[in-house]
Nanobody
Framework: QVQLVESGGGLVQAGGSLRLSCAASGRTSSIYAMGWFRQAPGKERQFVAA????????SYADSVKGRFTISRDNAKNTEYLQMNSLKPEDTAVYYC???????????????WGQGTQVTVSS
């Protein structure tokens, strides 16, 4: 099993920045790709960003391209999501995700964190 724990959420004004972190533990050797999803109230969970094991491959949702940056530190088994120029519509619970396959982590990841709230005020 793999455990994922997010941190770094909070309240920020529009135009501000936040950095989310996700620490993985357990059978981390089974993880190749990591990613982020978000779910706003009354909406379905949606893909935000994903990164491969070496960081050489990354994918972003169109709504966050140019504003969010995903990265990872394999020595720490941790991934990050740097969020800049935040908008009220970015308000959601953000979930860390992980899987052996990159394609799966962008659609139906096996492992999930518990989520961290991000609230952007206007």
């Amino acid at each position: 099993q793999v455990q994922l724990v997010e941190s770094g959420g909070g309240l920020v004004q529009a135009g501000g920045s936040l950095r989310l972190s996700c620490a993985a533990s357990g059978r981390t050797s089974s993880i190749y790709a990591m990613g982020w999803f978000r779910q706003a109230p009354g909406k379905e969970r949606q893909f935000v960003a994903a990164i491969g094991s070496s960081g050489g491959i990354r994918s972003y949702a169109d709504s966050v391209k140019g504003r969010f940056t995903i990265s990872r530190d394999n020595a720490k088994n941790t991934e990050y999501l740097q969020m800049n120029s935040l908008k009220p519509e970015d308000t959601a619970v953000y979930y860390c995700a992980a899987d052996f396959g990159f394609a799966r982590v962008t659609s139906r990841p096996t492992y999930w964190g518990q989520g961290t709230q991000v609230t952007v005020s206007s």
